[in-house]
């Protein structure tokens, strides 16, 4: 089984797995559209945490980390993530283009395959869809949740996507990442003043 991790999986897999595979999605955008209560946010004041929007536009790339999960553990790693994954995500799956894998003896590349992915789902209450980037943003810049703030998972995510994929600009996601800036400096600004 492999799990497709495109938001927090990225750098935070807390479970067992054999190997973590570059590569991406396509067919989906990656949008800020998910109020979190759980984890970059406290009940009354959500932070907001990705998704995947279908767009069915094969040209509309995901790039991400797939994670081999042992036969042994798959069992355990899906009820892991089921209640990770529990305010307003369900499973699906997609098929993963993988890109090739470098040891240090050789190059493998692999053929895509199925994965299974999470999304939040638009009839969950915790869906943001009509927010302004605006009002987006500024949530963002402020919340706080029981896994750390929410800028420090814009920026991790910004810093992963340049990593794993340097030549592909996620549009949405670094617009976000320099409006959370600006605003944190306009707060340090006055703070000073």
Known sequence: MFIFGYGSLMWKADFPYVQKIPGFVTGYVRRFW????????????????????????????????????DKEDEENVISHLDFREKDGYTKNTALFYPVAIETSQEITKLDPFEVVLYIATEDNKFFMRNETFEETAACIASAHGPSGSNAEYLFNLAAEM??????YDDTHLFALENAVRKIQSNKESTAKA
């Open 34 to 69: 998910q109020a979190s209560e759980d984890h970059r946010g406290v009940p009354g004041k959500p932070g907001r945490v990705v998704t995947l929007i279908s767009t069915q536009n094969p040209k509309d790339v995901i790039w991400g980390v797939t994670y081999e999960i």
């Open 162 to 167: 340049r990593r794993i994929a340097p030549h």
